[in-house]
């Protein structure tokens, strides 16, 4: 069983970058596509980035398209996901979530492993 632990995030300003880790366990990591989802407070929960197991396919939200970067090593059973450029709109909680398959997936019914979370604030 593959578990999910994110880290890294807190505060930045606007235009600024943080970074996002999402750290695996279990052996069988490789298989699993990623996905970052983010939730802002008072709003539902929204797609940002995934990445299939591989890393060659990734697929981005319109809204960090060109500012957010992921990726991911499967020797260190990690997922990264670099961002740039950071808008006060960035801010939320953001979830690393996982589902063992050859594809990535941009909905949240799709996953079926999930961090617990990590806060991420962007000051104007």
């Known amino acids: 069983q593959v578990q999910l632990v994110e880290s890294g995030g807190g505060v930045v300003q606007a235009g600024g970058s943080l970074r996002l880790s999402c750290a695996a366990s279990?052996?069988?990591?490789?298989?699993?596509?990623v996905g970052w989802f983010r939730q802002a407070p008072g709003k539902e929960g929204e797609f940002a980035a995934a990445i299939n197991r591989s890393g060659g396919s990734t697929d981005y939200a319109d809204s960090v398209e060109g500012r957010f970067t992921i990726s991911r090593d499967n020797a260190k059973n990690t997922i990264t996901l670099q961002m740039n450029s950071m808008k006060p709109e960035d801010r939320g909680v953001y979830y690393c979530?996982?589902?063992?398959?050859?594809?990535?997936?941009?909905?949240?019914?799709?996953?079926?492993?999930w961090g617990q979370g990590r806060e991420v604030s962007v000051s104007s």
């Open positions: 279990g052996r069988t990591f490789s298989s699993y596509a």
């Open positions: 979530a996982g589902v063992r398959g050859p594809d990535n997936y941009i909905i949240k019914s799709a996953y079926r492993k």
